[in-house]
């Protein structure tokens, strides 16, 4: 069983992280870069979603998504998001906390020019959390915006793009036997990260 390395005031929580991610991707978990993702809504109503990683780096940790969804709303309102992992093969979990804000527009429209063009014509149709009549009014939709970008790009949507997620705690939990897990909390302050060992 692989752990991690036992805390010592300072290690860098995003190397581990990227250990930790690269061997979630080797080891056959089917989309490691899949997350949940925690919002809060105006009214304290707490929601959750599954998102993919796209892009992270000591910066935060990067998500797609259409700005004016549930999601979008919420974390425009309330700027803070907790992200979680699930990696059952490896028995871990990682709780990443912390600010929210857009990403570049320029970051967006790389992103969203890497996609598919299937997935770019999608972007436009889908009014994200809204509620539709149908299925057919989403097709309907979808051939709309086909007709209005054939034979040119598709731009990128102005409701639609990246959140960066800039991390002020990363818990990393490993499963152990008889539940004495290993959990390793690392906070940052104006100093840089500390780690401490919670009991699981
Ligand atoms: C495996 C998986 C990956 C997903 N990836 C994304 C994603 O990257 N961006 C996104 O907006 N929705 C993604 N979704 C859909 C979201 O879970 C969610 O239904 C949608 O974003 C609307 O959420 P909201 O109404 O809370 O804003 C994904 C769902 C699953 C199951």
């Not at 490691?32 to 109503?45: K, N």
């Not at 979680?84 to 429209?109: A, C, K, M, P, Y």
């Not at 102005?158 to 036997?177: H, L, N, S, T």
Request: aromatic share 12%.
């Amino acid at each position: 069983m692989l752990s991690p390395p036992e805390p010592t005031g300072t290690e860098d929580p995003f190397e581990l992280f990227e250990t930790w991610f690269k061997q979630a991707e080797q080891s056959g978990i089917v989309l490691p870069e899949s997350m949940t993702v925690s919002s809060v809504g105006e009214d304290g109503r707490p929601s959750a979603r599954v998102v993919l990683l796209k892009e992270y780096d000591e910066k935060g940790f990067v998500f797609y998504t259409n700005y004016g969804s549930r999601k979008g709303q919420e974390l425009d309102t309330h700027p803070l998001a907790c992200l979680t992992f699930h990696w059952n093969i490896l028995q871990r979990q990682v709780r990443i906390e912390g600010r929210v804000e857009r990403v570049s527009h320029q970051q967006s429209e790389n992103y969203f020019h890497s996609r598919g063009r299937g997935s770019q014509v999608g972007a436009w149709a889908s009014h994200q959390s809204q509620v539709i009549a149908n299925r057919e009014a989403l097709e309907q939709q979808v051939s709309m915006y086909k007709d209005k970008f054939a034979g040119g790009e598709v731009p990128l949507p102005e409701f639609w793009g990246g959140y960066r997620v800039i991390p002020d705690c990363i818990e990393f939990w490993q499963g152990k036997a008889d539940r004495l897990h290993d959990r390793f909390r690392y906070t940052s302050d104006a100093k840089g990260w500390k780690v401490d060992r919670l009991s699981p």
